[in-house]
């Protein structure tokens, strides 16, 4: 991920924070995150939560706090029209089938490079070492904290592991890595929260996909 491009990450994360009357303008350049993490070497970090954690749904979110500057001038049928619309369930289709959960776990979410974690947090983590030969801290845990600014309900986002498929070729030609072998996804939803009755709202995954510059899907997981 370039650093242009990562800069209009950061400023989108965070866009749901940063549009309440308190906040500061969101034209102003995203300053650089303190974030204490664990060190791993390299680019390959997963956080150690599970995917098991139950789900406790929590009130409709504030839709006309999130966004009061964008609205303030709009009439009320329109705010009205834009929240309806915010705190939908997002389109998770296609689910996938019966057929295909009798043998695999799988992950909604975005497609991600080590390179763009690893760039991401170079830009944005103020731990982040000038010395080249310095132990850099855990690029992946701190883009989970960044993106989580952007999910509702306490839910957050999680780096994991899935399987490259031909579709998913299909889906996104960008990918770098062949089918068969494993490349990282941003996770918004397992089919066990899936399953428990959690769905994303149009809201979280808008700006998610807004930040990543591409669209989510469904992941074969590696378990």
């Known amino acids: 991920m370039p650093k242009s491009t990562t800069r209009v990450a950061s400023n989108a994360a965070l866009k ?7 906040a500061s303008s969101s034209s102003a350049r995203p300053k650089r995150v303190m974030f204490e993490t664990t060190q791993r070497h390299g680019d390959e970090a997963h956080s150690s939560e599970t995917d098991d954690e139950d789900y406790s749904p929590s009130e409709e979110p504030d839709i006309r706090g999130m966004f009061a500057r964008r609205i303030r001038n709009w009439p009320e049928e329109k705010i009205r029209e834009f929240e309806d619309r915010m705190r939908c369930p997002h ?39 000038k010395d080249p030969n310095e132990m850099p801290p855990d690029a992946g845990a701190f883009m989970e904290y960044i993106l989580s600014l952007a999910m ?68 074969e997981a590696v378990v």
């Open 16 to 22: 749901i924070k940063s549009d309440t009357p308190c």
């Open 91 to 129: 389109d998770l289709s296609p689910i996938p089938s019966r057929k295909d959960l009798q043998k695999w776990q799988y992950y909604y979410g975005y497609y991600i490079t080590a390179t763009e974690i690893r760039q991401f947090s170079e830009e944005y983590n103020a731990e982040w070492p």
């Open 152 to 219: 509702l309900d306490g839910r957050e986002v999680k780096l994991r592991s899935a399987w490259v498929r031909e579709e998913d070729k299909k889906h996104l030609p960008s990918i770098e890595e062949r089918v068969g072998q494993g490349c990282y996804v941003l996770v918004v939803l397992s089919m066990t929260d899936y399953r428990r009755g959690y769905r994303p709202r149009y809201v979280e995954i808008r700006e998610l996909t807004k930040v990543l510059r591409r669209k989510p899907s469904w992941w």
